[in-house]
């Protein structure tokens, strides 16, 4: 069992920028792909990235390509998600998953755990 533990959320004006934190405790950080996920109101939760246990295989959803960065501290079992250039769009629920098979995945059904999730919203 792992828990995961959000942060960083907030409200920010269109072109800011925001880093999210998702503290794992628990299993083993460092075996587990991690991914970020988000859900608008109304929306279904929607894959935005995610990282293999070495950080060596990185994926992104089309949608925030060039402006979102993932990236893990083993070390501190940590993961990050830094997000600039943020759009009204962007705005929503963020959730860490974590996901105990390879390889990196986009589904929300291939994750295992699953934090409570951080807030995001960009006023346009």
């Known amino acids: 069992q792992v828990q995961l533990v959000e942060s960083g959320g907030g409200l920010v004006q269109a072109g800011g920028s925001l880093r999210l934190s998702c503290v794992a405790s628990?299993?083993?950080?460092?075996?587990?792909?991690m991914g970020w996920f988000r859900q608008a109101p109304g929306k279904e939760r929607e894959f935005v990235a995610a990282i293999s246990w070495s950080g060596g295989n990185i994926d992104y959803a089309d949608s925030v390509k060039g402006r979102f960065s993932i990236s893990r501290d083993n070390a501190k079992n940590t993961l990050y998600l830094q997000m600039n250039s943020l759009k009204a769009e962007d705005t929503a629920v963020y959730y860490c998953?974590?996901?105990?098979?390879?390889?990196?995945?986009?589904?929300?059904?291939?994750?295992?755990?699953w934090g409570q999730g951080t807030q995001v919203t960009v006023s346009s």
């Open positions: 628990g299993r083993t950080f460092s075996s587990y792909v």
């Open positions: 998953a974590a996901r105990t098979r390879w390889p990196t995945e986009h589904r929300v059904r291939s994750y295992d755990y």
